[in-house]
């Protein structure tokens, strides 16, 4: 909205249009494959496509836009590679559900830590790939992960344990938020790479973490209850230990769910996603920030 873009549509509706971009997000995807994950015996929706399969979507799209094929290379025509240099691409927000899905089973912090290197690993291979910065795309996104201890659904995995617990001034679970710092912090640092790999792109890190404590911090000048701040509008706060799509007949869409009568005032929508007042003080720092250091052409 702020760079004057109709709302983009999702890749698999066959009958919309791409002409202004196209959106090959997933809800509940994960950066790593589901093959990972199974070898660690944790569960994770077989049939929700992973970043993989967004990346062959993506590659796809080109083909079928603009590229003629050649065996098994795709050589961009020129009026492609000028779409690719004026275009304005976001690899993610993803990695989240990497962390959330093993979370929800109890794999310790400890062991999510070793898979942090291997999806940020997935999402810098991606940025990095033939058809986005190697073939000329110059300004790309990528954000970070929120600050997954403030989610009600992080405060209640380790709700449980309230003794053992260590909370910050906004009760945050700091060690599942440093945890999700250690993860930025690294996945910055394989920007810093690309960067250095590829200085004529424009590579611009999110900082969705920050911009989500901004929220809490200032919670009533926002327009939020500042008694709500970790509740949810719709559904409870407590959580099982199934996988996140069954996560019992309190969570938010099952039926006889109650909902807040103003979610305006809430920062969280069912523990796991925020509402839209939330969502949008959050896009309005982010895009600021992306505003000052793209070159739109």
Not at 15 to 33: D, Q
Not at 94 to 104: T, V
Not at 122 to 127: C, E, R, S, Y
Request: aromatic share 10%.
């Amino acid at each position: 909205m702020a760079l004057g873009i109709p709302l983009l549509n999702p890749y698999l509706d066959k009958n919309a249009s791409f002409k202004n971009g196209v959106n090959f997000a997933v809800a509940a995807s994960t950066a790593l494959n589901s093959s990972f994950f199974t070898s660690r015996g944790i569960i994770v929706p077989t049939n929700v496509p992973s970043l993989d399969a967004q990346l062959t979507w993506f590659r796809t799209h080109l083909t079928s836009i603009c590229s003629t094929p050649a065996g098994i290379y795709i050589y961009l025509s020129p009026d492609c590679s000028y779409k690719l240099r004026s275009a304005l691409i976001f690899v993610g927000e993803i990695g989240a559900n990497d962390i959330i899905y093993p979370l929800a089973q109890r794999k310790s912090l400890q062991e999510i830590q070793t898979y942090v290197p291997f999806i940020n690993q997935a999402i810098i291979n991606t940025t990095r790939v033939y058809e986005i910065i190697l073939d000329g795309a110059l300004q790309i996104v990528v954000p970070g992960n929120f600050p997954l201890g403030c989610l009600p659904f992080g405060i209640s995995v380790f709700g449980s344990n309230k003794s053992a617990v260590k909370y910050d001034e906004f009760g945050c679970v700091i060690s599942l938020n440093n945890l999700v710092t250690f993860q930025n912090n690294d996945l910055k640092v394989g920007l810093d790479s690309l960067r250095r790999e590829f200085p004529h792109a424009v590579i611009i890190y999110a900082d969705y973490y920050n911009a989500f404590l901004s929220l809490l911090r200032h919670a009533p000048l926002l327009g939020f209850d500042p008694r709500s701040v970790l509740d949810v509008c719709c559904g409870s706060r407590n959580y099982n230990d199934e996988l996140i799509d069954t996560l019992g007949p309190e969570f938010c869409g099952n039926a006889g769910v109650p909902v807040c009568p103003n979610p305006n005032r809430y920062i969280h929508w069912d523990g796991l996603h925020l509402t839209e007042a939330a969502n949008q003080h959050i896009s309005d720092i982010i895009v600021r920030n992306i505003l000052l250091r793209i070159k739109c052409i």
